[in-house]
Nanobody, 111 residues
Framework: QVQLVESGGGLVHNGGSLTLSCVAS????????VKWYRQVPGSQRERLAS???????EYSDSVKDRFIISRDNDKNTVYLQMNALTPEDTGVYYC?????WGRGTRVTVSS
């Protein structure tokens, strides 16, 4: 059974930074693309960032130039560095690869 576990969420002030981690229970990120999503109540999950096995990255307009996705295949870990956070970034953050999803980590940005 493959598991993805997100961590690193918490409460941060407006303008602050957090780094999220997504750890897989076994070596399975390669060769798949890994994505980070955010969900707020009443809305669909929003895809924020993705990274391919070769390291190519893509970002949504809402986080471009503020968030950085990276991966360490040897550690079975994908990161999401989040800078210049605003209250609009509040939500539950999920990582996804292939058909697998983690349970999410909550981020709250206070104004």
């Amino acid at each position: 059974q493959v598991q993805l576990v997100e961590s690193g969420g918490g409460l941060v002030h407006n303008g602050g930074s957090l780094t999220l981690s997504c750890v897989a229970s076994r070596r399975m990120f390669t060769p798949f693309e890994v994505k980070w999503y955010r969900q707020v109540p009443g809305s669909q999950r929003e895809r924020l960032a993705s990274i391919t096995d070769s390291g190519r990255t893509e970002y949504s307009d809402s986080v471009k130039d503020r968030f950085i996705i990276s991966r360490d295949n040897d550690k079975n870990t994908v990161y999401l560095q989040m800078n210049a956070l605003t209250p609009e970034d509040t939500g539950v953050y999920y990582c996804n690869t292939a058909q697998y999803w983690g349970r999410g980590t909550r981020v709250t940005v206070s104004s």
